[in-house]
């Protein structure tokens, strides 16, 4: 608020407009400076808050004890939540909060409220001890011969240079290829389980999959029916996230293109789950226009038209696998996916 | 007159003790009393302190049980919908963290949120010191600290984020693998020697514990000491205000007020934090699952801080080129690996920038004004807004979802808004931060408009004017106008040629963007007569003061104040004139 008055009775004009010292500054006083009776009062809620701070720590432990880990309680707005993390939240949150509520109202209504002044100091320093430092620089590299003994300078120089190699060539086995060191990554990536007569099955109940088992327009996410002993075998899950496809079936008439001839199977067609663009799986599908769309970044692939990518970040067409049945009637993959499945890498050569 | 109570004087010969041994009472003597300038906008870097030990606190209690391992046990806890199922012993322990360590639900909750407050408060804080020019000289190391910190605490927010094993966290594992993946050359290596192989491995979740819990947090502890240690060496910045220059301090010393309020204001980071950690779920793990690389959740969100990247892959287009054999990903490289490395480059860069084309080698103590550094502020909202629209890209299938809209027209929108309303916002805000220059120039001109109308005896009508305060006036005329560096010559007057002309021109040219659009203070002078004239409507106005209810009639701001018997409306007036 404008406070004509004061302006007004400070008479003459600083040098700059409104620079003036600190100690000028017109100041109001608060009701606890003026006022006994009302510092009393900020005191008392001062060291009420202090108090129940106190009081919560007590209940917090009696809510440790009490209440039953397993006890769900309903609450307006934030829904079924655990009673005991509830409690204990409220207990020790509100008592910290109070020490902090208390120490601030302390500072901002007892404590004095006039500012004060310090000066600044540059913090260049000074001209004769710059002077100095460089003269023991000087003397430093005198009496060292740092200049004069070249060979030594430039052999330290290269010892120090090379000293961290060591530590960055033992990243090196980071990984190593699991098969006696020959393949490289870029070979690793290339290749998936399947093969010619591997069974196509479910992939969390694991049975093998009958063409009539997938009516026209389902999509059901399989695996190959060799990866839970693969699984396994590596301790890993590194089979799978190669391995899964996901089989969906449309009316023959309605396929457009496919990646080889005859590689669907009376309408079914199976295809990578692995997006092409960052790896995220993929079965968002809509049967109507037999899109395919990832929820990660959105790319939207053609599954009637050769997984062409219709939308999104994706360079790459989702790989399909060519597929039969063997002569129990189950669906199989007739070959490896011609192509690395998943996300680019430098080594790709397509 | 003072009195020792024991445990003071316990305290005063430790102090001594301490002293004889390490000389530390000189440093008591000269920082008991340093004087702190206050201001809100200065809590935002203490939020970020507080909120980040509450994460060391919660986080070493976390260590107690979790499990950084990837092997698969048979998940037995007490929460009933997972018993029984196979899962990773990172997962299956973060599940008992959740269920069947009292206090742990709470612990693990404060944690998240503490950490999600850390990287924002980083970030507003980051804001403060970017459009109040904090970060010019001396402060530029601090700034580059800064832009470390906030780098970090992306990385310790990610690395976090993974290690539950979760569904959901393994999903942004994912998405770094096929990041690194794509880098050209080293790329695929590169993801083998971090996951330890083929994606997912049973290596990644040990290697991001260490990172996790000793290297990020390491590294934030010693960047956060030397932040420190710098605002303490050279003082912090203050707002102007009456009495406040470039040469001292104005605020409150250390002890007893500061201690109390930033001391308090710790308390108060921490409960609100804890009471947030016990009332609103984060990251319900336990509705996600165990992590396996064949399934996804639909509407996958990253936590904030990773959202602008998220959304600068989803409005990429899908440039993808194969040279000689090899591939090129332009979709992924360009948003997840070149678009932020040029963000944080010319983030940290900015203090240096500007200084060049500024030619400003001065020492800054007094803090800008964002209207007063046109150009800066502009350019400060052109990037927020550029950040904010990636941000918006990364929950595109969220706001679709939630509006009813084509999640592709929604890509297709960002992708071009990305390049036009960033340099309108540059624009606007511009505007914007002159049109508020010249507001205060008039404000030091004609004073306050009251909003007060007088009619005066020989028919004119004025607006009555007030003096700016003393706050106001100090915080107004604090502004320094800088004339843009002058044009170099092509040649000396001896006709030698300026061989650094080009340099020179295009620093004179930028430096015209700078500051080539100013509203220049007033003179004194004119200051001066303005005042006058601002004294002069109040003698016109004295006589009011004289009414009984000139109160009231001051109180009623935009009205007309009218004398008895006067013409009520304008036509009255007008054939009232007439006659």
């Known amino acids: 608020m404008t406070d004509l008055t004061t302006h007004g009775a400070h008479g003459s004009e600083p040098t700059r407009p409104g620079h003036l010292p600190v100690a000028d500054v017109p100041h109001v006083l608060r009701v606890a400076d003026t006022d006994p009776k009302a510092a009393k009062r900020v005191e008392r809620q001062v060291s009420s808050m202090f108090l129940l701070s106190i009081l919560l720590v007590v209940a917090f432990v009696v809510a440790y004890i009490g209440i039953d880990k397993s006890t769900v309680v309903y609450i307006p707005v934030f829904g079924e939540v655990g009673a005991s993390t509830i409690a204990l939240g409220l207990t020790f949150g509100a008592s910290v909060l109070l020490i902090g509520a208390g120490a601030i109202q302390w500072a901002k209504k007892l404590m004095p409220d006039v500012e004060v002044v310090q000066m600044r100091h540059e913090l260049v320093s000074p001209a004769d001890e710059t002077a100095e430092a460089a003269a023991n620089y000087e003397r430093g590299k005198e009496e060292s011969g740092f200049a004069r003994y070249k060979m030594i300078r430039r052999t330290m120089i290269g010892a120090m240079a090379l000293f961290p190699i060591p530590l960055v060539i033992m990243l090196r086995d980071l990984w190593s290829s699991p098969v006696s060191g020959t393949l490289s990554p870029a070979e690793i990536l290339s290749t998936t389980i399947w093969k010619k007569g591997e069974r196509i099955v479910t992939d969390a109940t694991y049975l093998p999959v009958r063409p009539e088992d997938l009516p026209v327009g389902g999509l059901v996410s399989a695996v190959p029916a060799s990866l839970q002993e693969v699984q396994h075998l590596e301790g890993n899950l590194n089979a799978r996230g190669k391995a899964a496809i996901i089989l969906v079936r449309m009316d023959p008439d309605e396929i457009v293109s496919q990646q080889g001839d005859g590689w669907d199977y009376q309408g079914i067609l199976a295809y990578s789950k692995i997006c092409t663009h960052v790896g995220c799986p993929i079965a968002l599908y809509e049967q109507r226009t037999h899109h395919l769309l990832c929820p990660c970044h959105q790319s939207t692939f053609d599954l009637a038209n050769s997984g062409n990518v219709v939308f999104g970040p994706a360079a790459r067409n989702m790989p399909q696998l060519p597929i039969g049945v063997d002569s129990e009637g189950y669906l199989i993959a007739m070959d490896d996916f011609s192509e690395p499945i998943g996300p680019s890498f430098w080594e790709r050569s397509k | ?579």
Not at chain 2, 39 to 47: A, K, P, T
Not at chain 2, 327 to 334: D, Q, R, V
Not at chain 2, 356 to 372: A, F, M, Q, S
Not at chain 2, 454 to 472: C, N, Q, V, W, Y
């Open chain 2, 1 to 579: 007159m003072t009195t020792t109570s024991p445990v003071e004087k316990a305290g005063a010969s430790t102090a001594t003790y301490v002293d004889q041994r390490l000389g530390s009472n000189k440093f008591l003597s000269r920082n008991l009393g340093k004087v702190f300038p206050d201001h809100w906008s200065f809590m935002l870097g203490e939020i970020a302190l507080y909120s980040f030990i509450v994460v060391l606190l919660t986080g070493v209690y976390l260590t107690l049980f979790f499990k950084p391992s990837m092997v698969e046990v048979v998940y037995n806890g007490s929460y009933v919908p997972l018993k029984g199922i196979e899962m990773s012993e990172a997962y299956a322990s973060t599940l008992n963290i959740s269920f069947d360590v009292r206090g742990g639900m709470l612990i693990r909750q404060m944690h998240h949120w503490a950490a999600l407050i850390f990287v924002a408060s980083m970030s507003v804080h980051m804001f403060r010191v970017f459009f109040t020019g904090a970060f010019r000289k001396p402060r530029e190391f601090n700034w580059i600290i800064g832009v470390v910190l906030v780098t970090l605490g992306l990385g310790a927010g990610f690395t976090g984020y993974s290690l539950p094993d979760d569904l959901l966290s393994g999903t942004g594992l994912q998405i770094i693998r096929g990041i690194v993946q794509s880098i050209p050359v080293i790329g695929t290596w590169g993801a083998f020697l971090l996951f330890g192989g083929e994606f997912p491995g049973t290596d990644i979740i040990p290697r991001l514990y260490s990172l996790h819990i000793l290297v990020i947090p390491g590294l934030i502890l010693a960047m956060v000491t030397l932040h420190l240690m710098m605002v303490f060496t050279q003082k912090h910045t203050q707002f102007p205000g009456p009495g406040r220059t470039n040469d001292n301090v104005v605020g409150y010393p250390l002890m007893p007020v500061y201690m109390a309020k930033a001391g308090g204001f710790f308390f108060i980071v921490f409960g609100i934090i804890a009471l947030i950690g016990g009332l609103v779920t984060i990251n319900p793990i336990w509705i996600f699952g165990p992590f396996t690389p064949d399934q996804v959740s639909a509407g996958s969100q990253p936590d904030w801080y990773i959202g602008f990247l998220e959304g600068a892959l989803r409005m990429m287009p899908n440039w993808e080129t194969n040279l000689a054999g090899f591939t090129l990903s332009w979709n992924i490289l360009i948003p997840a690996v070149i678009m932020p490395g040029i963000l944080f480059t010319a983030l940290g860069a900015y203090p240096f920038i500007e200084a060049w084309v500024t030619g400003d080698k001065r020492e800054h103590h007094l803090l800008d004004r964002p209207r007063n550094a046109p150009t800066r502020t502009g350019l400060g909202v052109m990037s927020i807004s550029f950040y904010l629209l990636l941000f918006v890209g990364g929950g595109n299938d969220i706001i679709a979802d939630a509006f009813d809209l084509s999640i592709n027209g929604i890509t297709w929108f960002l992708r071009i808004a990305l390049f036009v309303i960033p340099p309108l916002m540059f624009v606007f805000t511009r505007r914007i931060c002159l049109g508020l220059q010249r507001r205060d120039r008039d404000k030091l001109l004609h004073g306050y408009e009251t909003g007060r109308v007088l009619r005066l005896p020989h028919g004119e009508f004025i607006e009555a004017h007030e003096p700016l305060s003393i706050k106001d006036m100090a915080v107004i005329t604090s502004k320094t106008d800088i004339a843009p560096l002058p044009v170099p010559p092509k040649a000396d007057i001896d006709g030698v040629k300026n061989k650094q002309f080009r340099k020179q021109n295009l620093r004179s040219k930028l430096s015209h963007f700078f500051y080539g659009e100013n509203i220049p203070l007033p003179s004194a002078a004119e200051i001066e007569a303005g005042q006058a004239h601002v004294a002069h409507d109040a003698a016109l106005e004295a006589p009011l003061a004289s009414y009984e209810d000139a109160d009231e009639l001051r109180q009623f701001h935009g009205g007309v104040l009218h004398h008895p018997g006067m013409p009520e409306t304008n036509a009255e007036q007008l054939a009232d004139r007439k006659e």
